[in-house]
C-alpha cells in the first residue's frame, strides 16, 4: 500500500543546516589567519605579500583562463630580488579579460627580467594570480575578450 503521506517521509532538510559542519568550521579557521597575513603582507617589499596572496589564490581560489596585452617593460608595481640574488623579479597587475569579456586584474611576475610589452599573454590565473602564462597571436584572443580590452584604450 503507498504511503498516504509523502511528506512525513522526507527528511526535513532545513534543520540540517542550522547544525554547525565541523569541517566547514576548520576551514574557517584556517582561512582567516592566511586571510588576516595577506592583508598585513600585501603592502610589504621583497615579494612575500605577492607570494602570500599567490599562494592563497592556488588554494583556494578556481583557475580561469585570462588574455591581456603583455605589459609594458617598466609598468611593474614593484620588484625584488630572485632566490639566487644574481637576477631580479617583477611584478605586474595586468588588466585582463575572460573568454566572456568580463574584465579580470591579474598579478603576474616576470621572474629574472622585464617583460618584452610587445604581443599578447595566454593566462592561466587562479583569482588575482597568474600562474603561468605564455605569449600568443592576437587572433588567438576570444573576441568578447578582445573587444572588453580595447574599450578603455579607445576612450583615452
Given at each position: 500500500m503507498p504511503n498516504p503521506a509523502p511528506a512525513r517521509a522526507m527528511p526535513n532538510l532545513t534543520r540540517t543546516h542550522a547544525v554547525p559542519n565541523p569541517a566547514r568550521f576548520r576551514a574557517v579557521a584556517l582561512l582567516l589567519p592566511a586571510l588576516f597575513a595577506c592583508t598585513l603582507l600585501s603592502g610589504c617589499g621583497g615579494g612575500w605579500g605577492v607570494a602570500v596572496s599567490s599562494l592563497f589564490d592556488r588554494v583556494f581560489m578556481?583557475?580561469?583562463?585570462?588574455?591581456?596585452?603583455?605589459?609594458?617593460?617598466?609598468?611593474?608595481?614593484?620588484?625584488?630580488?630572485?632566490?639566487?640574488?644574481?637576477?631580479?623579479?617583477?611584478?605586474?597587475?595586468?588588466?585582463?579579460?575572460?573568454?566572456?569579456?568580463?574584465?579580470?586584474?591579474?598579478?603576474?611576475?616576470?621572474?629574472?627580467?622585464?617583460?618584452?610589452?610587445?604581443?599578447?599573454?595566454?593566462?592561466?590565473?587562479?583569482?588575482?594570480?597568474g600562474v603561468r602564462y605564455r605569449t600568443i597571436?592576437?587572433?588567438?584572443?576570444?573576441?568578447?575578450?578582445?573587444?572588453?580590452?580595447?574599450?578603455?584604450s579607445s576612450a583615452s
Open positions: 578556481p583557475q580561469e583562463t585570462v588574455w591581456a596585452a603583455s605589459p609594458e617593460p617598466d609598468s611593474f608595481t614593484e620588484s625584488y630580488a630572485d632566490a639566487t640574488g644574481a637576477g631580479t623579479n617583477y611584478v605586474y597587475r595586468v588588466q585582463g579579460a575572460i573568454a566572456d569579456g568580463s574584465p579580470v586584474e591579474v598579478t603576474l611576475i616576470s621572474y629574472g627580467g622585464k617583460t618584452s610589452g610587445e604581443g599578447w599573454l595566454q593566462i592561466e590565473a587562479h583569482g588575482g594570480s597571436d592576437e587572433l588567438d584572443v576570444p573576441l568578447a575578450a578582445h573587444e572588453a580590452l580595447a574599450e578603455p
